[in-house]
């Protein structure tokens, strides 16, 4: 498989990879049968915890994460 971005896989191919890295380490963990439900789900079943709002001095800036300017 030829190294990329996963921002730039599609969704498709952002579940295959999942699916496929699933079962290669079920299997070299050595266990004989994987979960069929959970590798071939929807994969956007995922729970959603709401936190509340962000705090005001939070910010997900480039500039404020790493204190630089670009």
């Known amino acids: 498989m030829v190294a990329r971005r996963v921002a730039d896989l599609t969704l498709d191919e952002l579940r295959e ?4 890295e699933l079962m290669e380490l ?3 963990e050595g266990e004989d049968e994987t979960d069929e439900a959970l590798i ?3 994969l956007t ?15 997900l800036r480039r500039e404020d ?6």
């Open 65 to 70: 994460m790493y204190n630089d300017e670009r």
């Open 17 to 20: 990879l999942i699916r496929s």
């Open 40 to 42: 071939y789900s929807d």
């Open 45 to 59: 079943d995922f729970p959603i915890d709401d936190l509340g709002p962000w705090s005001d001095q939070v910010s």
């Open 26 to 28: 079920t299997q070299s």
